[in-house]
């Protein structure tokens, strides 16, 4: 049985090759085999092609396949402009996903603080990771690309004896031209997910 976000995908995969743009592999920083486009996605090789999917060979799951599928259907020939970043609430439309997204992408990390600074190199292997410019804040910063033109800044600063740790993450300067503002909030969510599985 299809579930929803399963069908979901599916209607999104049918919209984009109903007109397929010719360019879509450079619009998505794509390779192109055929009608297959290949790319990184969160930590993971990912493969689009008319009936599905994949990361690592496998299905995407629900709500990474849905992003994916978002990504490809806003692909534009823009590239990423990672500086000046942004914080999430400064994109149109955000403050409805602001409470999920400071919960889900930046308060969860701060457990982590610590096991982020001892897995920097593995962080930046899985996910294309980056130094962040000179004058980026905190104990801690680094630049990650969940999707090849999308560039998340994590700022994370440890507890000291008089503040507790604390992580703020902010997008590439045009995210929004490549992604809706719900999906930058799940994009947010779920890198931070990748990021503690792989410092857990």
Known sequence: MTDNYTKIVQDNLKKLYRDLPPDLG???AASRDG????????????????????????NASSILGILISLYALHAV????????????????????????FATHTEQVLVPHVTAVKNNLEKIFSALNGETPPADMPGDISFVVYPLPKIAL???LYE?????PAAVTCLYSSNADRFMPVDGLA???????KKI?????
């Open 77 to 100: 020939t823009d590239i990423c402009v990672p500086a000046p970043f942004r914080a999430f609430k400064e994109f149109d439309g955000s403050m409805p996903y602001a409470g999920a």
């Open 35 to 58: 009608d297959r486009f290949m790319f990184d996605a969160f930590g993971e090789s990912c493969v689009i092609s008319p009936d599905r999917i994949t990361l690592d060979g496998e």
């Open 196 to 200: 503690i599985d792989l410092v857990t």
């Open 26 to 28: 450079r619009r998505l």
């Open 186 to 192: 799940d994009a947010g969510e779920y890198t931070s």
């Open 153 to 155: 800044c994590y700022i």
């Open 159 to 163: 507890a000291d004896e008089d503040f």
